[in-house]
């Protein structure tokens, strides 16, 4: 990769390492002690303080790094979106996917007041600087202890969702640094992954029940398990003599096998 960055970057493992340990320890942190609710916002505000800003600071790297593992040129500026614009069309729109996945998914973030990743990030950018060459959004959370903002609006951050863009930068990150997809998982994805571990209590389940005498479903059929999810999306398999194939997907449109919803019992299935 020609290097014509004005900074020297660290090299694509050891950036992902620090990404990754930065990120792990700010959501340990988080989750042990949670910004809660107060009567006074600026109070609220001050308690999540050092959340926003190295979620604001960890953000723009994470952009950073992945345009310059792409090999673009990374511009010497704090403007949230005017990094996301320099990133090609799959990569803003798996981005955009991260955002959108998470605020469909995620308990308690569909109320979030912006609907779109771009205007979730022109909103932190805040107002232009004086020159009108970068934003200001992140110096006004920086300094916002001491100083009132220079923003016409102080910017709306939700460490929520400032982690799981940076989680999805890392992971897309990881993915092209290894050349493997499956690192590529957004909310919906990793939901899925933990009711795969109730899917294969259930399916240890299903085969003793299926190889008894009583049973009556004998035969190849496709069984739902669960959804759909905001995209149309099912938990389902395709049950054969050999066994079954587990998918997270929309329902094939014209299954050559019959269709059993198996969600009422799935739902109250107990290993």
């Known amino acids: 990769m020609e290097d014509r960055q004005k900074n020297k970057f660290k090299p694509p493992s050891r950036m992902l390492m620090w990404i990754d340990a930065a990120l792990k320890h700010e959501k ?3 989750e ?3 910004v809660t ?14 959340f926003v ?8 790297q994470s952009f950073k790094a992945l345009l310059h593992l792409r090999g673009k040129e990374v511009p010497l500026k704090h403007s949230l979106t005017d990094l996301f614009e320099q990133f090609d069309n799959d990569d803003s729109a798996l ?14 973030m569909g109320g979030f007041p912006f609907e779109t990743l771009e205007d979730f990030i022109r909103n932190l950018d805040g107002d232009p600087n004086k020159s009108g060459t970068d934003h200001i959004g992140s110096f006004d959370w920086r300094y916002s202890p001491i100083e009132e903002a220079k923003s016409e609006t102080m910017p709306t951050v939700s460490i929520d969702y400032l982690h799981e863009l940076i989680y999805g930068c890392k992971l897309m990150f990881q993915a092209a640094y290894t050349g493997n997809p ?3 998982q957004t909310n919906s994805l990793r939901l899925f992954q933990k009711r795969k571990r109730k899917v294969e209590q259930y399916l240890n389940w299903h085969a003793m029940r299926t190889n008894s005498e009583r ?16 995209r149309g999306w099912y938990d389902w398999w395709i049950v054969t003599d050999e066994g079954a194939t587990l998918n997270f ?3 094939p449109e014209d299954p050559s096998v019959r269709v059993v919803d198996k969600r009422k019992e799935f739902g109250e299935f107990n290993a």
């Open 249 to 251: 997907s929309k329902l």
């Open 37 to 50: 609710r107060d009567l006074i916002p600026e109070y609220e505000m001050a308690r999540g303080w050092g």
């Open 28 to 30: 340990l942190k988080y």
């Open 32 to 34: 042990k002690v949670p």
């Open 95 to 108: 981005l955009r996917e991260y955002y959108s996945d998470f605020r469909a998914t995620a308990p308690g």
């Open 215 to 230: 049973s009556t479903e004998l035969g190849d059929r496709v069984e739902i398990l669960w959804g759909p999810d905001y």
């Open 53 to 60: 800003v190295a979620g604001y600071s960890l953000l723009e």
């Open 182 to 184: 499956d690192h590529i």
